[in-house]
Structure formats: C-alpha cells, structure tokens
C-alpha cells in the first residue's frame, strides 16, 4: 500500500498561481501513472493532467498552457504548477498514481479561485 499526501492547495486571486505536491510514502518501480484530478461541487470528478513512467504528458484542454505537470522521483513527489488561474479551477485537487493491480488517491486539496 501507498499512502499519497498533498500539499500546496489554498486561496489565490484569479491569475495568481499555485503548485500543488503529492509525496508518496515509497517508491513504485512498477509501471505507473501520475495523475491530477479534480471536483468541484455538483461536478463528476474530472482529470486535469497525467505523466506516464517514461515522460508522456497529457493535459485537459483547459488547462494546457497554463499547467504543467512535473515529478521528481529522487523525492517520490510529482507536482501540478498552476499558473494564471482562473474561477472556475475552484475545486478539491486530488492526485493519483495508477497501474495494473493498483490505484492510489490522495485525501484531496482544496483550491480556490477568487475573481
């Protein structure tokens, strides 16, 4: 088992910026996906950007552009930098780490946008 823990979420001002981390408690040299997902109330649980084990990014269409997806394994971290947020990137972020026979959540950090 993993436990995922993150940090960086908070209140911020539309087109401030914000880095979310997810620190694993061990490493996995399993084949994984990282992941950022998102939820805001009344809204389904939606994936906002991904990194695979060998580099690959994929990134919501609204969000490319503005946030960039990143890891350091050395730390057993990945990170979500947010930069010119907008209002409706209000949500609970969670982070994800993924593979066959295993699927990892983070207890969520809240983020919100004022305008």
């Known amino acids: 088992q993993v436990q995922l823990v993150e940090s960086g979420g908070g209140l911020v001002q539309a087109g401030g910026s914000l880095r979310l981390s997810c620190a694993a408690s061990?490493?996995?040299?399993?084949?994984?996906?990282k992941g950022w997902y998102r939820q805001a109330p009344g809204n389904q649980r939606e994936l906002v950007a991904s990194?695979?084990?060998?580099?690959?990014?994929n990134y919501a269409e609204s969000v490319k552009g503005r946030f960039t997806i990143s890891r350091d394994n050395a730390k057993n971290t990945f990170y979500l930098q947010m930069n010119n947020l907008k209002p409706e990137d209000t949500a609970v972020y969670y982070c994800n780490v993924r593979g066959f026979g295993f699927d990892y959540w983070g207890q969520g950090t809240q983020v919100t946008v004022s305008s």
């Open positions: 061990r490493s996995s040299s399993r084949t994984n996906v």
């Open positions: 990194i695979i084990s060998g580099g690959l990014t």
